[in-house]
């Protein structure tokens, strides 16, 4: 149903991340809509309950962290993280 607009703003989330990775929220989890970053949060789940307090639960919202993200590299249903 709005997997249209999370892929979207997953893709913003990843076009700021070069500059987050620089700033001193290393490490946290962000709560994301509408190309803006609504809070910082040391656990995924403080994050989710944020977004559902601000958004509700017939709403969308990106959590991510801040992080340097390396690909999952999967062949004949083999998958390493890769470096």
Not at 21 to 31: Q, R, T
Not at 51 to 71: M, N
Request: glycine share 8%; net charge positive; proline share 1%.
């Amino acid at each position: 149903m709005y997997e249209k607009e999370v892929f979207k703003e997953q893709k913003r989330f990843n076009k700021r991340l070069t500059k987050l990775l620089k700033g001193k929220h290393v490490g946290k989890y962000v709560l994301f809509k509408h190309n803006k970053i609504w809070g910082y949060f040391n656990d995924v789940l403080s994050a989710y309950f944020a977004g559902i307090l601000k958004y509700g639960t017939d709403s969308w919202f990106v959590i991510d962290r801040i992080e340097e993200k390396r690909p999952i590299l999967c062949y004949q249903f083999n998958c390493t993280e890769g470096k």
